[in-house]
């Protein structure tokens, strides 16, 4: 199971930190990956880790604002937002896999419930 979390209203430009907490198994050999879905949109890759935290993958929209991280001995994996754009606005969907790409939702095998990010202008 994995709990995403830390979502809510934030101004242009401010920052807010989602977590994604892993329960019933352990996902420290798993990459991790965040999507998000905006009104009327598809769901887009975000960011993603691999599993020892080395490696690190971004959208070209958020790179260098958002920072992905994961802390395995929670069992958790973060994403750190700052400089927030209204385009930003999503529910925000964390995952666990990526087995054959970092980049594609199919080679992800678990997925959290989402949460909603709203960035107002």
């Known amino acids: 199971q994995l709990q995403a979390s830390g979502g809510g209203l934030v101004q242009a430009g401010g920052s807010l930190r989602l977590s994604c907490a892993a329960s019933?198994?352990?996902?420290?050999?798993?990459?991790m990956g965040w999507f998000r879905q905006a009104p009327g949109k598809e769901r887009e890759f975000v960011a993603a880790?691999?599993?020892?935290?080395?490696?690190?993958y971004y959208t070209d929209s958020v790179k260098g604002r958002f920072t992905i991280s994961r802390d395995s001995a929670k069992n958790t994996v973060y994403l750190q937002m700052s400089g927030l754009k209204p385009e930003d606005t999503a529910v925000y969907y964390c995952?666990?896999?990526?087995?054959?790409?970092?980049?594609?939702?199919?080679?992800?095998?678990?997925w959290g419930q989402g949460t909603l990010v709203t960035v107002s202008s």
């Open positions: 995952a666990a896999g990526a087995r054959f790409s970092y980049y594609t939702e199919r080679s992800y095998d678990y």
């Open positions: 880790i691999n599993w020892d935290g080395i490696r690190t």
């Open positions: 019933g198994r352990t996902f420290s050999s798993y990459g």
